[in-house]
């Protein structure tokens, strides 16, 4: 059982930055693959960015690529999500969550555990 918590949300004017922190405890160890995904009200929710649990391989919707930038911290069980440039697009609830042995990374079915979210919102 591992259990995901998210933190590092809140309001920011667009072209501004928020980094995004999700803690997990209750696994013996850290190897679980890491991915954060969003959902916007009345939207699917959406995948974001993924890390495998060494860190070698990462991937990013094509929305986010360039101005996110997802990494992981093992020694402290914590994965983060280093916003920058946001857009009122990006507004949404993040949501971070964890799994082994994914095919993609990046389809929400894959994964095992979710965090409850964090509210990311971009004023223009």
């Known amino acids: 059982q591992v259990q995901l918590v998210e933190s590092g949300g809140g309001l920011v004017q667009a072209g501004g930055s928020l980094r995004l922190s999700c803690a997990a405890s209750?696994?013996?160890?850290?190897?679980?693959?890491m991915g954060w995904f969003r959902q916007a009200p009345g939207k699917e929710r959406e995948f974001v960015a993924a890390?495998?649990?060494?860190?070698?391989?990462?991937y990013y919707a094509d929305s986010v690529k360039g101005r996110f930038t997802i990494s992981r911290d093992n020694a402290k069980n914590t994965v983060y999500l280093q916003m920058n440039s946001l857009k009122p697009e990006d507004t949404a609830v993040y949501y971070c969550?964890?799994?082994?042995?994914?095919?993609?990374?990046?389809?929400?079915?894959?994964?095992?555990?979710w965090g409850q979210g964090t509210q990311v919102t971009v004023s223009s």
């Open positions: 890390i495998t649990w060494k860190g070698g391989n990462i």
């Open positions: 209750g696994s013996t160890s850290s190897n679980y693959h």
């Open positions: 969550a964890a799994g082994w042995g994914m095919p993609t990374m990046t389809a929400a079915n894959e994964y095992d555990y």
